[in-house]
C-alpha cells in the first residue's frame, strides 16, 4: 500500500523543495516507485528534475480542478523509477477558483485516491504558506515531513506550523501523524546550527532525523541543471547525506 507524505513548512528557503527533489530520486535509486506531486506554483520541484514547467500539458492545476486524472498530467523523469506531477504559476489562482468547492480541502486527496496503490510513495512538495494548496496535502497525506533550516528563527516558523496540523488533525484528517523533522543548511562551522538542532530537540517532543543536510555548493547548484544532486555529483556531500536520509527515511515506513 502506498504511502503519502506531505513536505511542509510555511516558512520559504528552508529547502523544502530540495528535499522533496532528493528525497524522491534517492529512494527511487532505492528500486521503490516514487510520484511526487508539485503543488507549489513555483513550481521548483518542477523545473528541478528537468521538466519545462510551461509546455506540460497538464499540471497539478487540471488535476485540482477535475480536467485531468493523474495518470493524464503524470510525467515519468529521466531518474529511474521516479515521476512527476507537474505545477506552474497556474496554480496560483486556483486557490480562488477552488474557494467555492464543495469539501475544497479533500481535493487532491479523492484525485489521488485511484493512483495511491500504484506507488511506494508519494511525495507532495507544498507551497511555503499555510494555504488552501497546503491544506490539501495535509488531507490527503498520511505523514507530513517537516525540513527545518539551521537558522536563528527556525523554531518560531515551526511552532505555528505544528499547531496548523494539530488542528489538521483534529478537525480534517485525524489519522495525519508528524514523520518528524530534518534539518538543512546544516553548517558544522558555526554554533548557530548546533544551537538550532538542541533547541528543537528540546522543544519539540517530534521525531528528529539525525542524518544533517549540509550547505552545500553542488546541492544548490544542482536545480538549476534540472538534476538531483544524486545525478549531477553523486560523490558530493549532499548526495551522501540526502542517500542516508533516505535509508533513514524508509525505515521509518510503518510509523
Known amino acids: 500500500m502506498g504511502k503519502i507524505?506531505?513536505?511542509?513548512?510555511?516558512?520559504?528557503?528552508?529547502?523544502?523543495?530540495?528535499?522533496?527533489?532528493?528525497?524522491?530520486?534517492?529512494?527511487?535509486?532505492?528500486?521503490?516507485?516514487?510520484?511526487?506531486?508539485?503543488?507549489?506554483?513555483?513550481?521548483?520541484?518542477?523545473?528541478?528534475?528537468?521538466?519545462?514547467?510551461?509546455?506540460?500539458?497538464?499540471?497539478?492545476?487540471?488535476?485540482?480542478?477535475?480536467e485531468c486524472t493523474p495518470n493524464d498530467c503524470t510525467v515519468r523523469t529521466e531518474f529511474g523509477r521516479l515521476y512527476v506531477i507537474?505545477?506552474?504559476?497556474?496554480?496560483?489562482?486556483?486557490?480562488?477558483?477552488?474557494?467555492?468547492s464543495e469539501k475544497r480541502e479533500f481535493l487532491l486527496k479523492k484525485a489521488l485516491k485511484p493512483v495511491k496503490d500504484d506507488y511506494?510513495?508519494?511525495?507532495?512538495?507544498?507551497?511555503?504558506?499555510?494555504?488552501?494548496?497546503t491544506l490539501n496535502a495535509l488531507c490527503a497525506a498520511d505523514n507530513v515531513l517537516?525540513?527545518?533550516?539551521?537558522?536563528?528563527?527556525?523554531?518560531?516558523?515551526?511552532?505555528?506550523?505544528?499547531?496548523?496540523?494539530?488542528?489538521?488533525?483534529?478537525?480534517?484528517?485525524?489519522?495525519?501523524?508528524?514523520?518528524?523533522?530534518?534539518?538543512?543548511?546544516?553548517?558544522?562551522?558555526?554554533?548557530l546550527s548546533a544551537d538550532v538542532v538542541e533547541n528543537v530537540k528540546e522543544n519539540m517532543d517530534v521525531h528528529i532525523y539525525k542524518t544533517l543536510i549540509p550547505r552545500n555548493v553542488r546541492l544548490a547548484e544542482s536545480p538549476s541543471y534540472g538534476m538531483p544532486i544524486i545525478r549531477y555529483d553523486s560523490h558530493s556531500s549532499g548526495a551522501m547525506r540526502y542517500r542516508e536520509f533516505a535509508r533513514e527515511f524508509t525505515k521509518r515506513r510503518k510509523k
Open 5 to 66: 507524505v506531505a513536505i511542509s513548512n510555511q516558512k520559504g528557503g528552508v529547502g523544502k523543495s530540495t528535499t522533496a527533489i532528493n528525497l524522491s530520486a534517492c529512494i527511487a535509486e532505492r528500486l521503490k516507485k516514487v510520484l511526487l506531486v508539485d503543488l507549489d506554483p513555483q513550481g521548483n520541484a518542477t523545473s528541478g528534475l528537468g521538466i519545462d514547467r510551461n509546455s506540460a500539458e497538464h499540471t497539478v492545476y487540471d488535476l485540482l480542478t477535475g
Open 86 to 100: 507537474p505545477s506552474n504559476v497556474d496554480l496560483a489562482g486556483a486557490e480562488i477558483e477552488l474557494m467555492d
Open 120 to 133: 511506494d510513495y508519494i511525495i507532495i512538495d507544498c507551497p511555503p504558506s499555510l494555504s488552501l494548496l
Open 146 to 191: 517537516i525540513p527545518v533550516q539551521c537558522e536563528y528563527y527556525a523554531l518560531e516558523g515551526l511552532t505555528q506550523l505544528m499547531k496548523t496540523i494539530n488542528l489538521v488533525q483534529e478537525r480534517l484528517n485525524p489519522d495525519l501523524k508528524v514523520n518528524g523533522i530534518v534539518f538543512t543548511m546544516y553548517d558544522a562551522r558555526t554554533n
